[in-house]
């Protein structure tokens, strides 16, 4: 089984700064990408930010130059540290991870999703 556990959710002040992490724990071969996604009020998720295991980003154009996605490949942990946060940020935040798993068959690659957490920037 493989879990994704996020924390570093909370409230903070327009301007302010955030981060998030997220752990991949479990029977895990290999990780590639790593990613954020978020759920806004009365909006449809979007995918924040992504890092791939080649270490490339990429991220939505309303967070480029205010959000950093990084990774700790030796701890199989997401990071997304949010700074200059603005009340259109609130939502709650996703983790994804595409993993590769031990099947019966050999390995194969399965997407994952954290349980969420809220972040709420009041103006």
């Known amino acids: 089984q493989v879990q994704l556990v996020e924390s570093g959710g909370g409230l903070v002040q327009a301007g302010g700064s955030l981060r998030l992490s997220c752990a991949a724990s479990?029977?895990?071969?290999?990780?590639?990408?790593m990613g954020w996604d978020r759920q806004a009020p009365g909006k449809e998720s979007e995918l924040v930010a992504v890092s791939t295991s080649g270490g490339s980003t990429n991220y939505t154009d309303s967070v480029k130059g205010r959000f950093t996605i990084s990774r700790d490949n030796a701890k199989n942990t997401v990071y997304l540290q949010m700074n200059s946060l603005k009340p259109e940020d609130t939502g709650v935040y996703y983790c994804?991870?595409?993993?590769?798993?031990?099947?019966?068959?050999?390995?194969?690659?399965?997407?994952?999703w954290g349980q969420g957490t809220q972040v709420t920037v009041s103006s």
């Open positions: 994804n991870a595409r993993i590769r798993i031990s099947t019966l068959s050999g390995t194969d690659y399965r997407d994952y």
């Open positions: 479990g029977s895990i071969f290999s990780i590639s990408a």
